[in-house]
Nanobody, 119 residues
Framework: QVQLVESGGGLVQAGGSLRLSCAASGRAFSSSYDMGWYRQAPGKERQSVASISWSTGNTYYADSVRGRFTITRDNAKNTVYLQMSNLRPEDTAIYYC???????????WGQGTQVTVSS
């Protein structure tokens, strides 16, 4: 199957920036997977933040992060990134990497990385 490992979370002041990384591996991983980032704050449901097609580069952003976050990919490293700028306290959450097969919709999840934004 597909294994996903997130990194780059931490504590940052409001207005600051962080860059999250998600490295994908496994014999089944291929360009057929769309990659994305979700987040879940305490007491709230997990929500989609951003996604990118591994084959076309088409992107999606939640309204709450559009203009502040940028999702990119490095196919040579099988890695996707989430560049987060102008962070707000409401961005505080555990951020999860997701891989979804474009055709079968099979999902794989990383273990999550904590992002905390102080006011």
């Amino acid at each position: 199957q597909v294994q996903l490992v997130e990194s780059g979370g931490g504590l940052v002041q409001a207005g600051g920036s962080l860059r999250l990384s998600c490295a994908a591996s496994g014999r089944a991983f291929s360009s057929s997977y769309d990659m994305g980032w979700y987040r879940q704050a305490p007491g709230k449901e997990r929500q989609s933040v951003a996604s990118i097609s591994w084959s076309t580069g088409n992107t999606y952003y939640a309204d709450s992060v559009r203009g502040r976050f940028t999702i990119t990919r490095d196919n040579a490293k099988n890695t996707v990134y989430l560049q987060m700028s102008n962070l707000r306290p409401e961005d505080t959450a555990i951020y999860y990497c997701n891989a979804r097969h474009h055709y079968t919709l099979q999902n794989f999840w990383g273990q999550g990385t904590q992002v905390t934004v102080s006011s």
